[in-house]
């Protein structure tokens, strides 16, 4: 399933065409991509939820999601999804976002491929590596090559998107990939390699996150905090309503029932309860103290030239506001 990418595009012009997010009474625009911790926004949906919480909103669905990320840089979306160094990068260049809520965690669905042969990362050295230079590919990768005591320096790095990478995997043009799925099975289901290293082996690394404008929380933070409540609601309804849910989830990323449920299995989705216990008492929740070390590991890596405020990253106020 398409995944999200840092890229320079996110600090691009604004694409697509969409309307600039402004007007007090305008729907709050968010933005998209096909990942399943992001699914259960085709429940919300399919469901009418947002108008059951009183909230005028669209969803906003891109296919790559360097344009997603565009279009918020560009301010013609009020929110969108991203992962921590999503958030920490553009903050460092002056792009402000809020973190609001986590919706799911990578538990496996995100990793790396290696070609029958090679045992392990410890064999990375010398070996032509796909992955997205200053994206979750990257911070994956570097972080599986220190636990062996490598850098990249060890490596022959190919710039590709984690789609791409998974690819040219696929067809032997590179001895090792950072991907996700379903590139991570269907190298294992082809016999073409394995996964050496995951999301599974880093918990915590991989958060996926719902990020809203500053501008936007400050001016309408009643409709932020009824987005929540609308989400909470597409959750509540895949534990009752598993099976419907799942078809609903599936139609909307274009799969089959059984893929979505398999690509449900790479990921923990966080419930309300999961979010109160990690943004905890702010400053000094779970949450807080993962964004700082990862804006530390950036800054060390190179990745950013400076660490921006991280506190300031976090809106901790709505989650424990929503009822479940």
């Known amino acids: 399933m398409i995944r999200k990418v840092f890229t320079a595009l996110a600090l691009a012009t604004a694409m697509m065409g969409l309307p600039a997010a402004k007007a007090a009474d305008a729907p709050l625009q968010i933005g998209v991509t096909i990942w399943p911790g992001w699914m259960p926004w085709w429940i919300v949906e399919e469901k009418g939820y947002f108008d059951e919480v009183g909230v005028k909103a669209n969803i906003v669905k891109f296919k790559r999601h360097p344009d997603d990320m565009s279009a918020f840089?560009?301010?013609?979306?009020d929110a969108t999804?991203?992962?921590?160094a999503d958030v920490i990068i553009p903050a460092s260049k002056g792009v402000p976002g809020r973190i609001v809520l986590i919706t799911d965690e990578s538990s496996g669905?995100?990793?790396i491929i290696a070609k029958t042969g090679i045992d392990g990362i410890?064999?990375?050295k010398g070996k032509r590596v796909a992955y997205e230079l200053g994206g979750v590919s990257q911070l994956i990768l570097m972080r599986a090559l220190e636990k062996e005591g490598l850098t990249l320096d060890d490596v022959s790095s190919v710039n590709m998107s984690a789609e791409d990478a998974g690819t040219a995997f696929l067809a032997g043009a590179v001895d090792v990939a950072v991907t996700w799925e379903p590139y991570l099975s269907q190298a294992s289901k082809d016999g073409k390699g394995r996964v050496v290293f995951s999301t599974a082996d880093t918990p915590g690394l991989v958060p996926d996150l719902l990020v809203f404008r500053a501008e936007?929380?400050?001016k309408r933070s009643a409709d932020v905090q009824k987005v929540i409540a609308a989400w909470n609601k597409a959750l509540a309804f895949i534990k009752t309503n598993r099976k419907e849910a799942v078809e609903i989830m599936a139609?909307?990323?274009?799969?089959?029932?059984?893929?979505?449920e398999q690509n449900l299995a790479g990921?923990?989705?966080?419930?309300?309860?999961?979010n109160v216990?990690?943004?905890g008492a702010a400053p000094d929740g779970p949450l807080f103290k993962t964004a700082d070390e990862q804006a530390d590991f950036l800054l060390k890596s190179k990745l950013i030239d400076s660490k921006p405020d991280v506190p300031s990253l976090v809106a901790p106020q709505f989650v424990g506001a929503v009822t479940e």
């Open 81 to 84: 999804h991203m992962i921590l």
């Open 122 to 124: 410890k064999d990375f």
């Open 267 to 274: 990921i923990k989705l966080y419930s309300l309860a999961d």
């Open 73 to 77: 840089a560009g301010k013609q979306l």
């Open 109 to 111: 669905a995100d990793g």
């Open 251 to 260: 139609k909307g990323a274009e799969i089959s029932a059984e893929e979505m």
């Open 277 to 279: 216990r990690e943004f």
């Open 216 to 218: 936007t929380i400050e």
